[in-house]
């Protein structure tokens, strides 16, 4: 049952718990939580967001999910990649479930590029504290480094163009770049 207080399902998903996400869907009965998919990784809440999201996966929204706007065409990987406030260690088992269920490393949107280029261009993270995601991308068989990453207006690039040129604020990222298109994928750490 609605109340005064109880938010609508969109600003529940970005601002609020699983349990206040789930309440504001039963108060507006003519709400899919499912069709939330990419706001919940909008969710100011690292510990929320994936909650959220898992609640998500486990009730049936394919991680394959992609906006259907041609002018976005996010994924989930592009709007985690993007956030300002990251749990790493919280957050690498709902990265490694999106990509083994089906979330496109190499996914196209317009306006980020790919979701690699999205985490290169976050300039809210410290890439000394990417070291969980990173154990997690590296170990993914997927990532094509020629795939073109090009944004509207920018000179034509390869993705491995684009990290490269990123040597000074993503070394880390460069270092196991090289290492993944030498050897490929790098099992992660203890799992």
Not at 26 to 44: H, L, Q, S, V
Not at 61 to 78: G, K, Q, T
């Amino acid at each position: 049952m609605r109340t005064p207080e109880t938010p609508p399902p969109y600003s529940a998903v970005r601002h609020g718990t699983l349990e206040e996400f789930l309440e504001a869907c039963d108060a507006y009965p003519n709400t899919n939580p499912k069709t939330y998919f990419i706001d919940a990784f909008t969710n100011d809440t690292p510990a929320n967001r994936v909650a959220i999201a898992n609640w998500m996966l486990d009730n049936g929204v394919p991680a394959s999910y992609v906006e259907r706007d041609p002018r976005s065409r996010y994924n989930a990987l592009h709007i985690l990649f993007v956030q300002r406030e990251h749990d790493y260690e919280l957050e690498a088992p709902l990265l490694r479930r999106l990509l083994a269920e089906g979330a496109d490393i190499n996914g196209y949107a317009p306006r980020l590029g790919r979701p690699i280029q999205a985490l290169l261009e976050n300039d809210w993270i410290d890439e000394d504290d990417l070291g969980p995601f990173y154990d997690v991308i590296f170990a993914h068989p997927g990532i094509d480094w020629n795939v073109p990453a090009n944004l509207k207006g920018a000179p034509k690039k390869t993705l491995r163009e684009r990290v490269e040129a990123k040597f000074t604020s993503h070394p880390e990222m460069i270092r196991r770049m090289h290492h993944y298109l030498k050897h490929g994928p790098t099992p992660e750490p203890n799992h």
